[in-house]
């Protein structure tokens, strides 16, 4: 159970995790869709895969790592959605009590920014899971694509990803904002705009 814990508690094997639980991907495919480095993607995959949370099958040259068998995707679909839950509740969302302003957006004060029209919404996501489904509005520009792309310096960016627990949008605002962009996130991510929704 410690060793478990252990594997859970780390953001990027979370991530990975995450990705996982879609279908199986290589070792590239899980770097590129994650913001992790190839060499510490695979470090993390050989991590879960001792502990029988991954497993793999080869392909050709390739190796793919998927979900093993077990109740994995049940528990990891659980944390995700404590996470969202989490970040909700810490906005007043659920208490009735008014939200306490930090750097972060609600589903509905990103709302009201995207009906005000000085707001560009990046999905820096793939563009297999943007097609798959994306907010409403948000253009896709994938993570390793945002070096090359040039942003209107009177509008304000907000980046987004698959949820609370993704790091890509924390490296795009890293990324943009070395590049003097006026940009922020919406740390809810895609899943936490759907749960808003609904």
């Known amino acids: 159970m410690g060793e478990v814990a252990n594997m859970l508690g780390n ?50 040259k390739r190796i793919l790592y998927r979900l093993e068998s077990g109740p994995i995707k049940e528990l990891f679909l659980a944390l995700e959605k404590f996470a969202v839950f989490s970040t909700a509740q810490r906005q007043g969302l659920f208490t009735g009590v008014a939200p306490i302003k930090k750097n972060h957006l609600t ?10 029209g000085t707001t560009i919404l990046v999905d820096v996501r793939s ?39 993704c790091l890509l949008s924390v490296n795009a605002v890293n990324l943009l904002k070395s590049r003097e962009v006026n940009v922020s996130r919406f740390d809810p991510g895609y899943s936490g705009w759907s749960e808003g929704e609904n």
């Not at 907010?135 to 698959?162: D, G, Q």
Request: charged share 30%; proline share 6%.
């Open 11 to 60: 953001e990027s094997r979370l991530i990975l995790l995450q990705l996982l639980s879609e279908g199986e991907k290589s070792v590239e495919t899980l770097s590129e869709q994650s913001g992790i480095p190839v060499a510490n993607t695979s470090q993390h995959l050989q991590a879960l895969k001792k502990t029988n949370m991954v497993t793999t099958r080869r392909e050709g």
């Open 107 to 116: 589903v509905p004060e990103l709302q009201k920014k995207l009906k005000k």
């Open 127 to 165: 563009k297999e899971e943007y097609r798959k489904g994306h907010i409403p509005e948000a253009v896709n520009i994938p993570y390793n694509e945002l070096t090359t792309h040039k942003f209107p310096k009177n509008k304000e960016v907000i980046v987004y990803c698959r949820g609370p627990l």
